[in-house]
């Protein structure tokens, strides 16, 4: 049986396995000197949701927002074995009810490689001449 939950200050199994999804998605490999960034990450996030089953986190996704207009949902991924079984699904319509719930409208995401199918499913839809960017002066600065 799969259980959804919203989560918002994750025990140190909790965040343990949230590290191993990051790291499963290639996203982020934290150590366990990050538990704290982790649990951070997570309090600072409007929703954090898992996905459950048998007392494993196998699926995660997070929304990010002023709680008033907009929301983006982000770090959205489920194990390779629980893949194709409706759990991302989930996750995300449990999201976005939650967001809606909470009075915000506007909720949007950036879709990486293929997974655009899967989110238009959900009811999402491309951003007319949007171009998704991100700050990187940053890091250059750092390098």
């Given amino acids: 049986m799969l259980d959804i939950h919203v989560i918002t200050k994750p025990t140190a199994v909790q965040t343990a396995q949230i590290g191993l999804l990051y790291g499963e998605a290639d996203w982020w490999h934290p150590t366990p000197e990050d538990a704290d960034t982790i649990a951070r990450l997570v309090a600072g996030s409007h929703c954090f949701v898992t996905a459950v089953r048998d007392g494993r986190i196998v699926g995660m996704g997070r929304a990010i927002s002023d709680g008033i207009s907009d929301a983006y949902i982000q770090d959205v991924v489920v194990l390779p074995t629980h893949r194709r079984r409706g759990v991302g699904r989930r996750i995300v319509t449990t999201l976005v009810d939650r967001l809606i719930d909470d009075g915000v409208a506007w909720i949007g995401l950036v879709a990486e490689g293929a997974s655009h199918r899967f989110y238009q499913s959900l009811g999402f839809q491309p951003l007319n001449r949007m171009t998704p960017m991100r700050y ?8």
Avoid: I, K
Wanted: aromatic content about 12%; overall charge negative.
């Fill in 136 to 143: 990187t002066a940053y890091e250059s600065d750092t390098a």
